[in-house]
């Protein structure tokens, strides 16, 4: 069995008063999730999480201290993957997706990311992140 590991982040901006976070379109299966990737050799997990946030969104974030997810599932038959998510304060609301991964970009309301959401483990991440959101001053 092969055994992946992915660092990524839930991004969010306060915008009016309200918390957004951002979601982006996977190219290859059209599902929305969370920018992520996969642990360069050398990196902790929260360099690969802001490298690859960069790299997929074009912004630039802040990793909150205090959060840290890990969902584990199974892409395929004999594999297994573990992705840690860290929550994310964007220091940038300009978005550029990287075109060969990401088909669209969306900031969204962290109450309204259920109806975009397929997975229940990326909804259950968003409960999580908000509630961590919510104590933060």
């Known amino acids: 069995m092969t055994h992946e590991k992915s660092c990524g982040g839930i991004v969010y901006r306060k915008f009016h008063g309200n918390t957004e976070i951002l979601l982006i379109k996977h190219v290859k299966s059209g599902y929305w999730s969370f920018p992520k990737g996969h642990v360069e050799n050398g990196e902790t997990e929260e360099e690969t999480a802001k490298r690859e946030i960069k790299e997929e969104t074009g912004i630039d974030v802040y990793i909150d201290s205090g959060f840290r997810e890990t969902v584990t599932y199974s892409p395929r038959k004999d594999s297994k993957k573990d992705v ?24 969204v309301g962290i109450g309204q990311a259920h109806n975009l959401l397929v997975y229940d483990n990326d909804k259950l991440i968003v409960n999580k992140a908000k509630s961590f959101i919510a104590l933060m001053k």
């Open 84 to 107: 840690v998510y860290f929550v994310a304060r964007a220091r940038n609301y300009d978005y550029t997706p990287q075109l060969e991964e990401i088909s669209d970009i969306r900031w």
